[in-house]
């Protein structure tokens, strides 16, 4: 039997009222009306000659917002490292966090400068990501191949982006390694062809586990096979960016001069004696005015260590976020977090705040949406993390924040951001804090049973 597909605007509702179809098209009536008003309006002229040769962000850059908010803070972390260039590829999250956990290394060494690699961290969240996905597969064998569970499974299994519980998985597991140890390869700087190439065995890969099990294969069988579907990944990866280093050679001169050096280091032993660390104590909170605060959250499917304990949120108000981050910043530690850096965003002033860019001169409109209304619609959502490393305070408040990025020197104020505490409240999700800089309250929080999202929920699409 055929199915009549409803035309657009047709109603699909039985017994709902007959839609007599008026305003249904666009006429040529309307262009026309259209065309006059724009004729007649007085500043049309002026804002076409100026907008069709620049960009949005340049052309209509209000210069009251960046003369307000000059890059100048009451507190501010006292080394700045060289700033790091994670290139054409989605490992913000990774580079965040490196670059938080080299701040206290640098000091208790009395280095100039340090980075870690992230490369290292990239190799295995790619093959952790593989055995993810492969292991949703099995997990959703009995689900209809053409739903939007397993369709959304299969759109990006392996993806460039992670949530910060990821990496904590990945770093007790591995370690790390100072950069040059293992340092970047082209597909590490630029991952769209390896991961294309990886995701398309792995869509091999899910089908032939599919018709196995619809054989009869059962799931220690099929498990059998993803052992050596992870041996072609493992080849792609040792390949591509070479085989990670088991043991290394840590050698450096301090500021002053003196040498030193550490040998036959693995690099689980890396992150425990050198790094000193632990990550497992540092707490995930967002800021989701969809649902309801005080309560722990998940996002179903997001992962990418099998034998880890997951992803998981606090969900907290934005002025405690503000608070608790603050706090950590003045007493000289940054702070990860991910937010929405495409939004209202001057590149040539290195600045992100809502005022910045100035459409309703050029457009004769605002924007009228909370920031519920942008994640329920899909307007905004976590598409990059950073470290806070500094803060302006004026009687009391945070009135602007000082953010070290991970798109190279060359970008914004030489690599670093300015963002306006109102542009905190409208895109910023997410800060990590140890727990010592939390209250019981909220700490609490992490012994309840955490409500899962679905997969494809914005509060997961740092990691999509």
Not at 29 to 46: C, I, M, P, R
Not at 49 to 78: C, G, M, W
Not at 121 to 133: A, I, P, R
Request: charged fraction near 25%; charge should be negative.
């Amino acid at each position: 039997m055929l199915t009549k597909i409803p035309t657009a605007g047709a109603s699909t509702h039985e017994g709902a009222s007959q839609d007599s179809g008026e305003g249904k098209q666009l006429t040529l009536t309307q262009l026309d009306d259209y065309n006059d008003e724009f004729v007649a309006g007085a500043k049309n002229q002026l804002a076409t000659l100026t907008i069709s040769r620049d960009s949005y962000s340049n052309a209509l850059e209000n210069r009251y917002s960046y003369l307000q908010h000059p890059p100048v803070f009451s507190h501010k972390l006292s080394i700045d490292p060289p700033i790091t260039n994670q290139k054409s590829s989605g490992r913000c999250w990774i580079f965040a966090c490196l670059n938080m956990l080299r701040l206290p290394m640098m000091q208790r060494y009395k280095l100039e400068e340090l980075e870690l690699s992230q490369p290292y961290l990239f190799f295995y969240d790619k093959l952790e990501k593989s055995n993810w996905f492969l292991e949703n597969v099995l997990a959703t064998l009995d689900e209809e191949l053409d739903g939007r569970v397993v369709q959304f499974l299969l759109t990006d299994p392996i993806n460039d982006g992670g949530q910060f519980d990821m990496i904590v998985a990945l770093l007790e597991k591995y370690g790390v390694v100072p950069k040059e140890a293992y340092p970047e390869t082209f597909h590490t700087s630029n991952s769209r062809e390896m991961d294309a190439l990886i995701t398309s065995k792995l869509r091999e890969f899910a089908k032939q586990l599919r018709q196995a099990h619809a054989a009869g294969a059962d799931v220690e069988a099929l498990r059998a096979r993803k052992r050596g579907m992870l041996g072609e990944v493992h080849r792609v990866l040792a390949v591509s960016l070479g085989r990670p280093p088991e043991k290394i050679t840590w050698a450096f001169r301090d500021k002053n001069k003196q040498f030193h050096e550490f040998r036959d280091v693995t690099p689980q032993d890396f992150y425990r004696t050198h790094v000193q660390v632990d990550c497992t104590r540092l707490v995930s909170l967002i800021n989701d005015p969809r649902n309801a605060y005080m309560r722990k959250y998940t996002v179903q499917y997001l992962g990418n260590v099998a034998e880890a304990a997951g992803v998981r949120y606090v969900n907290l108000p934005i002025a405690d976020m503000k608070e608790y981050a603050a706090a950590v910043i003045q007493s000289g530690r940054p702070v990860w977090f991910g937010c929405d850096v495409g939004k209202f965003r001057s590149n040539a002033r290195g600045l992100l705040d809502p005022q910045v860019i100035d459409y309703r001169a050029a457009f004769d409109f605002g924007f009228d949406t909370t920031k519920a209304d942008r994640l329920q619609y899909g307007e905004s959502a976590m598409t990059h993390a950073m470290l806070l490393t500094g803060v302006h305070i004026e009687d009391g408040k945070p009135v602007r924040w000082r953010v070290e990025n991970s798109w190279g020197d060359g970008s914004g104020n030489k690599g670093y951001l300015t963002l306006t505490d109102a542009w905190f409240s409208e895109f910023v999700y997410q800060v990590v804090l140890d727990r010592d800089d939390l209250p019981q309250h909220v700490v609490d929080v992490l012994d309840q049973e955490a409500v899962a999202l679905p997969p494809w929920d914005p509060m997961g699409a740092l990691a999509q």
